[in-house]
């Protein structure tokens, strides 16, 4: 059964750094594409970055020169390094991995940002 655990969230004052990190574990292949989406309450999930096998990465506007995302294609890991972080990047932030025909989610980690 593949799983998904993120960890690195908390609280952090407005302008502060957090790491996060989503290791996949189960799953005999490694997948195409990962990345973290997130969702502020009343809000729809949104992307905020994702990366490819060969390490092609997208980010969200909102995010674009503040977060970078990285992978470890042998240990199934991917991770956001978010700085200069808002309150309105307060959100629960979820990690997704795709291969062709699968998709599976993690159970989210809470990111707070206090202004």
């Known amino acids: 059964q593949v799983q998904l655990v993120e960890s690195g969230g908390g609280l952090v004052q407005d302008g502060g750094s957090l790491r996060l990190s989503c290791a996949v574990s189960?799953?005999?292949?490694?997948?195409?594409?990962m990345g973290w989406y997130r969702q502020a309450p009343g809000k729809q999930r949104e992307l905020v970055a994702r990366i490819t096998s060969g390490g092609r990465t997208n980010y969200a506007d909102s995010v674009q020169g503040r977060f970078t995302i990285s992978r470890d294609n042998a240990e199934n890991t991917v991770y956001l390094q978010m700085s200069s972080l808002k309150a309105e990047d307060t959100a629960v932030y979820y990690c997704?991995?795709?291969?062709?025909?699968?998709?599976?989610w993690g159970q989210g980690t809470q990111v707070t940002v206090s202004s």
């Open positions: 997704n991995a795709q291969r062709i025909g699968y998709e599976y």
């Open positions: 189960g799953s005999r292949f490694s997948f195409n594409v």
